[in-house]
């Protein structure tokens, strides 16, 4: 006698089915509004007619107007802007090359190196910005008897003191799913070390480097801490200055700043993103490598 048919038993749902469900899509959306509503305040209270703040009196440009022909508040913004670039050169040359060393190279106290690389990262921003300014005031001299200032190459050097480790573990991240055959053909088609990093190593690498300038760049533009302890009283950065700003009231006008602020970054992003937003694409193949091998034979 044969046995009675079942119906087949329903799978399981996969993990990503999960992300289907309305109880997940309600936790992504609560999420998003804990994250990105504060910065939504930030733009709209920028355009607020009234003097303060927390009440809404109508929209105006005003206050724009007012941030922009704030000579003390521009120069800070400059200020922030000069060592946040100067920073980020600064820490991707370094980062880069930390991360490459330690992903290529063996050598002796490797563990020990790459653990103090990530030392600026865990310790807090007050014990480097206590230890920069002893640095600069007692241990680092210039010339004889003098001591550093505390200008805007003080805090240049202390903000890549924290920022190109972000680099270095970026690049090192980027550089670990890296294909070896890739530089053993290169090598094989007659392609020179330097060619060969220059043609296969860089771009595999270039997203990381874009991603650690940016973290760099924002890290040093947002530093209050470590920027506070290293600049001198004729040194004022946009956020020491806000801060100095806010003590009292948060205005309109430092909203209308921060907002400026803000799109910069953004813009930023969405141009490292457009120029390295397929990393798979800009690799350079390996096939265009023998009219470079022969380019170098020939010279």
């Known amino acids: 006698m044969n046995a009675p048919l079942r119906r087949p038993s329903r799978e399981r749902p ?13 936790w992504i959306c609560l999420v998003a509004l804990f994250l ?8 709209v209270f920028s355009f607020n007619d009234s003097r303060r703040t927390v009440v809404w009196e109508g929209f105006s440009l005003r206050h724009y107007v007012k941030a922009l022909n704030n000579d003390a508040l521009l120069e800070a913004l400059g200020n922030s802007l000069t060592i946040a670039a100067a920073s980020t050169a600064l820490s991707v040359i370094l980062g880069a090359l930390a991360g490459f060393a330690l992903w290529r190279f063996r050598f002796p106290g490797k563990p020990l190196v790459d653990g103090a690389l990530g030392l600026p990262i865990v310790v807090p921003e007050i014990c480097l910005g206590v230890g920069m300014l002893v640095f600069f005031a007692t241990v680092m001299p210039w010339p004889r008897g003098l001591v550093w200032p505390l200008n805007l190459g003080a805090i240049i050097i202390a903000h890549v003191s924290f920022s190109f480790p972000f680099v270095a573990v970026v690049v090192r991240a980027r550089m670990a799913s890296f294909n070896r055959e890739m530089e053993e053909a290169a090598r094989d088609l007659g392609a020179g070390e330097w060619r060969t990093i220059r043609d296969i190593v860089l771009p595999h690498m270039s997203p990381a480097l874009a991603a650690g300038a940016l973290l760099a760049f924002t890290l040093s533009l947002d530093d209050f801490v470590i920027t506070f302890f290293t600049s001198g009283p004729d040194t004022v950065t946009f956020p020491v200055k806000v801060y100095s700003m806010v003590r009292f009231s948060v205005t309109p ?17 969405a ?3 457009r120029a390295f937003g397929d990393p798979i694409a800009r690799t350079t193949p390996v096939t265009r490598l023998p009219k470079a091998a022969a ?3 020939t010279s």
């Open 253 to 269: 006008e430092v909203n209308a700043v921060s907002t400026l602020l803000m799109a910069l970054t953004v813009l930023l992003t």
């Open 271 to 273: 141009l490292a993103l």
């Open 14 to 26: 996969g993990p990503l089915e999960y992300l289907r469900a309305w109880p997940m899509k309600a």
């Open 295 to 297: 380019q170098d034979q």
């Open 36 to 43: 990105y509503v504060p910065l939504i305040t930030l733009v």
